[in-house]
């Protein structure tokens, strides 16, 4: 029996509100289960440019839209540094349920990376949203995203700084489309790396922004 997918609960459509509305009820993996929503893309369908972390997190869970916490804040700050419009972007990831465990004592819910397989199995929907906005350019926060889209062996630190296309694969027949692909740290990795390494992380998330839309303008 072929594995559960989101890709039995992705309607035949490029409406982005259509596709969102549907996700909603998405069981293509058990992290529905535990979550509070899905936690669908946004921004405008005309975006020029898509970007993909990896899954919601807390605040992002409970408010139902990507990139609201600590992450999307530096995000921002991130994209005004690089004088790049959050309006002109689709924001998005590459799961659109918060995994999480929850420890012993505590109630603070802790962000758990989701497995390939859910990675895959969520796949659909992000192939949904970039036929849907066609962006000239995608570029992918962090390894799960990179991973999701360039496949399980890509290695996100040896490709920084190059504009790659995705692998046509047997898992892509249906993507009509081929975007040039950044690769980027998540904001969270920033957010989460030594005190003294922060600022150079925080500059590399800028330049990598920046020649992302620097492709747009050739
Ligand atoms: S994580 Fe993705 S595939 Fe899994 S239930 Fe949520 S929307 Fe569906």
Not at 128 to 150: C, F, I, N, Y
Not at 159 to 165: G, P, S, V
Request: charged share 25%.
């Amino acid at each position: 029996m072929a594995a559960r997918t989101a890709g039995d609960f992705v309607p035949d459509t490029h409406d982005l509100d259509d596709l969102a509305e549907a996700a909603l009820g998405c069981k293509g993996c058990d992290l529905y289960l535990n979550a509070t929503q899905t936690v669908f893309g946004a921004g405008s369908s005309a975006a020029d440019m898509m970007l993909v972390g990896e899954q919601p997190g807390d605040q992002e869970d409970k408010a139902g839209a990507p990139f609201v916490g600590p992450a999307g804040r530096l995000l921002d700050k991130a994209l005004a540094a690089a004088g790049i419009d959050r309006d002109r972007l689709y924001v998005t990831n590459a799961v659109k349920h918060f995994k999480f465990t929850l420890p012993e004592r505590g109630k603070r819910r802790i962000h758990k990376t989701p497995s390939r397989t859910e990675v895959v199995a969520c796949r659909p929907w992000l192939f949904a949203e970039m036929m849907a906005v066609q962006p000239d350019v995608v570029v992918l926060l962090g390894a799960t995203a990179a991973k999701s889209l360039m496949g399980n062996d890509f290695r996100l630190t040896t490709h920084r700084d190059e504009a790659l296309h995705m692998p046509v694969a047997d898992a892509t027949p249906h993507l009509e489309i081929d975007p040039e692909v950044v690769v980027s740290a998540h904001p969270s990795a920033v957010l989460r790396g030594p005190p003294e390494a922060r600022e150079m992380a925080f500059d590399a998330l800028v330049s990598d922004l920046q020649f992302a839309a620097g492709l747009l303008g050739k």
